[in-house]
């Protein structure tokens, strides 16, 4: 198991950009997936972006070329930068730890875009 902590939302008008950040209580490195999820009222949680241990990466097709994932094993920390951000960006913001023994995720970080 892994406890996850998620930081860096807030309020941004459209085009802006926020980091988010995902601090782990243990080491990431041998984690499979570390992903971003995300939820807008009313909507399904969606897959944002999420990267392997060896270091691929996968995106939704909605941020592709906007967000990046990243990951520092050193810190135990994956990060989100989103840049050019969009009002439909709005969401709540989870990060996932996924390995063959177990699924966990963070408690969540809103993220407002205005418009």
């Known amino acids: 198991q892994v406890q996850l902590v998620e930081s860096g939302g807030g309020l941004v008008q459209a085009g802006g950009s926020l980091r988010l950040s995902c601090a782990a209580s243990?080491?990431?490195?041998?984690?499979?997936?570390m992903g971003w999820y995300r939820q807008a009222p009313g909507k399904q949680r969606e897959l944002v972006a999420a990267?392997?241990?060896?270091?691929?990466?996968n995106y939704a097709d909605s941020v592709k070329g906007r967000f990046t994932i990243s990951r520092d094993n050193a810190k135990n920390t994956v990060f989100l930068q989103m840049n050019s951000l969009k009002p439909e960006d709005t969401a709540v913001y989870y990060c996932?730890?996924?390995?063959?023994?177990?699924?966990?995720w963070g408690q969540g970080t809103q993220v407002t875009v205005s418009s």
């Open positions: 996932n730890a996924k390995s063959g023994l177990f699924d966990n």
């Open positions: 243990r080491s990431i490195f041998s984690i499979s997936i």
């Open positions: 990267i392997t241990s060896g270091g691929s990466t």
